[in-house]
T-cell receptor, first 121, second 115 residues
Framework: GAVVSQHPSWVICKSGTSVKIECRSL??????MFWYRQFPKQSLMLMAT?????????EQGVEKDKFLINHASLTLSTLTVTSAHPEDSSFYIC?????????????????FGSGTRLTVV | AQKITQTQPGMFVQEKEAVTLDCTYD???????LFWYKQPSSGEMIFLIY??????QNATEGRYSLNFQKARKSANLVISASQLGDSAMYFC????????????FGPGTRLSVLP
């Protein structure tokens, strides 16, 4: 089945530094990548949608200069949290949509990464 | 207005019994998909079951079944023969096929299976 590899699974960084999170589709081409943030005991909130080769579309209230998204290829999308602060500490998870939805796949064209737990100290 | 409502923040069920997790949704898109995901403490999102808005029959996937009542806009998840490993957060989600196609998640229900 489709697999999305997300790294790192957890990271601790100092306030003011930047952190890059990678999501890589291993056996399919991801035309669209969705990035979510999840605070403790809360649901997933969509941050941005990125399409390969074009600028990401950010949800209202998400700072595009702080959360840099790059989707340079059909198999790789990155989220960089710039000048991280403790309030950015959260669980970040990506979801990839296949180039052509394979209705035979259990995820019906969407596959989630395993998530990254970011702690900013 | 919230698009996905899960009214049960927490549920308890005895091992081997069945449990129903509630989900109601709101959309004006005639074409949409409803999903249930399980999120254990490790954080990964595990796909459980899918129901398309045009599907005539309720979806089933092993011990999981989806009670789809379109007129009521509800998509409840039924887990039969609960196991200790079923303890986790469960999220109902919707994808509107004509409105961006991203997922909208409900607030989740924490299920605890008791031995």
């Amino acid at each position: 089945g489709a697999v999305v590899s997300q790294h790192p699974s957890w990271v601790i960084c100092k306030s003011g530094t930047s952190v890059k999170i990678e999501c890589r589709s291993l056996d399919f081409q991801a035309t669209t990548m969705f990035w979510y943030r999840q605070f403790p005991k809360q649901s997933l909130m969509l941050m941005a949608t990125s399409n390969e080769g074009s600028k990401a579309t950010y949800e209202q209230g998400v700072e595009k200069d702080k959360f840099l998204i790059n989707h340079a290829s059909l198999t790789l999308s990155t989220l960089t949290v710039t000048s991280a602060h403790p309030e950015d500490s959260s669980f970040y998870i990506c979801s990839a949509r296949e180039r052509s939805e394979n209705r035979g796949s259990r995820d019906y064209g969407y596959t989630f990464g395993s998530g990254t737990r970011l702690t900013v100290v | 207005a919230q698009k996905i409502t899960q009214t049960q923040p927490g549920m308890f069920v005895q091992e081997k019994e069945a449990v129903t997790l509630d989900c109601t949704y709101d959309t004006s898109d005639p074409s949409y998909g409803l999903f249930w995901y399980k999120q254990p403490s490790s954080g990964e999102m595990i796909f459980l079951i899918y129901q398309g808005s045009y599907d005539q029959q309720n979806a089933t996937e092993g011990r999981y079944s989806l009670n789809f009542q379109k007129a009521r806009k509800s998509a409840n998840l039924v887990i039969s023969a609960s196991q200790l490993g079923d303890s986790a957060m469960y999220f109902c989600a919707m994808r509107e096929d004509n409105y961006g196609q991203n997922f909208v998640f409900g607030p989740g229900t924490r299920l605890s299976v008791l031995p």
